[in-house]
């Protein structure tokens, strides 16, 4: 079965940063979309960010200009980084795979990680 495996989270004040990454296990990231979603207590999953299988990127308002999102081909991995964390950015952050282009639907995302937590709190 295909996976992903999302780290990097943690505990982190307002204002700092964390980079998370995504692998995978049995398929190559660069052919797909990655989404980055967070998802926080009794809220709905959403995108935050997105690159596609060429390399455009797409990020939410609430962090346009704060997170960066990159691929390294060669370790297979995906990475968002996260600077001037918020603490409305408090939640869990998956990673999830998609043919080719970039969706902001959650149920268009064939392959999902566990999610890792993050929490931005002083």
């Known amino acids: 079965q295909l996976q992903l495996v999302e780290s990097g989270g943690g505990l982190v004040q307002p204002g700092g940063s964390l980079r998370l990454s995504c692998t995978a296990s049995?398929?190559?990231?660069?052919?797909?979309?990655i989404g980055w979603f967070h998802q926080a207590p009794g809220k709905e999953r959403e995108r935050v960010s997105c690159?596609?299988?060429?390399?455009?990127?797409y990020f939410a308002d609430a962090v346009k200009g704060r997170f960066t999102v990159s691929r390294d081909n060669a370790k297979n991995t995906v990475y968002l980084q996260m600077n001037s964390l918020k603490l409305e950015d408090t939640a869990v952050y998956y990673c999830?795979?998609?043919?080719?282009?970039?969706?902001?639907?959650?149920?268009?995302?064939?392959?999902w990680g566990q999610g890792t937590q993050v929490t931005v709190s002083s």
């Open positions: 999830a795979a998609r043919n080719i282009y970039c969706s902001e639907s959650v149920l268009s995302y064939d392959y």
């Open positions: 049995r398929f190559t990231l660069d052919n797909y979309a």
């Open positions: 690159i596609s299988r060429s390399g455009s990127t």
